[in-house]
């Protein structure tokens, strides 16, 4: 249960300022620079040019994102912190099951974005008290029930775009000229490592051009949403 209901009501920019205001340096934000983390970023810098603003380089990444690594920092001043994953680990990995091992099965792919993602994340979190993300519940069914503010594990997790519908997000970026992920422009709707992400089809949407080899799984890596569906607590 989150212990920061009151905040359910409240704006996007004053959760930011909120834990901006109570955790300081210990406070950061996690993009991938897609259109929620571009919005949150943005938000944020008005309220402090000096936030503090985190990304995972998987180093599977599409040229396209460290261009908006560059451009991000050009815009905002802002030094992107580039979390990696363990060179061993992703070693041992490649050579046990190839490069590619994603293609395999999902738990071979659940295996990459474990090694990839979600054990270099949890070493950047051990550096902070608060975090936040770009999840909305407009996302996906496994999302829906989002809190603006949770306290998972002794940190805080804000989600302060948790209630924006796609056509408010789109308005900000609008409205604040906000820069924009260049795959946008090709048919992405959801943008994660190149290997493992394309343009929708015909047809489909929101995050079906993630992953699209897998049938009947859900579109997540193991960050928010664990292996079997249940929001991830830790």
């Given at each position: 249960m989150s212990s920061?209901?009151?905040?359910?009501?409240?704006?996007?920019?004053?959760?930011?300022?909120?834990?901006?205001?109570?955790?300081g340096d210990s406070?950061?934000?996690?993009?991938?620079f897609q259109k929620e983390g571009m919005a949150i970023v943005d938000l944020a810098a008005r309220i402090h040019p000096r936030v503090r603003v985190f990304t995972l380089d998987t180093g599977r990444l599409p040229e396209e994102t460290h261009l908006m690594m560059d451009l991000v920092r050009e815009r905002y001043a802002i030094a992107i912190e580039a979390?990696?994953?363990?060179?061993?680990?992703?070693t041992r990995m490649v050579a046990a099951r190839g490069l590619d091992l994603f293609y395999?099965?999902?738990?071979?792919?659940?295996?990459?974005?474990?090694?990839r993602k979600v054990r270099p994340l949890e070493r950047k979190l051990a550096e902070l008290q608060a975090w936040a993300t770009g999840l909305r519940r407009e996302q996906s069914p496994e999302r829906a029930s989002t809190a603006k503010v949770e306290l998972l594990d002794g940190r805080v997790k804000l989600n302060p775009l948790a209630d924006w519908t796609t056509e408010q997000l789109d308005r900000y970026l609008a409205d604040?000229?906000?820069?924009?992920?260049?795959?946008?422009?090709?048919g992405f709707a959801s943008i994660g490592c190149?290997?493992?992400t394309r343009a929708l089809g015909p047809g489909e949407s929101g995050?079906?051009?993630?992953?699209?080899?897998?049938?009947?799984?859900?579109?997540e890596c193991g960050i928010h949403i664990s292996a079997d569906g249940l929001v991830r607590r830790a």
């Open positions: 920061y209901q009151e905040f359910e009501a409240a704006p996007a920019a004053e959760v930011l300022s909120w834990a901006i205001s109570k955790f406070f950061a934000i996690a993009t991938s979390v990696h994953p363990d060179p061993a680990e992703v395999e099965s999902v738990q071979e792919r659940l295996l990459c974005c474990d090694v604040h000229d906000v820069p924009m992920h260049p795959l946008y422009a090709r190149a290997p493992c995050r079906d051009g993630r992953w699209w080899w897998e049938q009947d799984q859900k579109k």
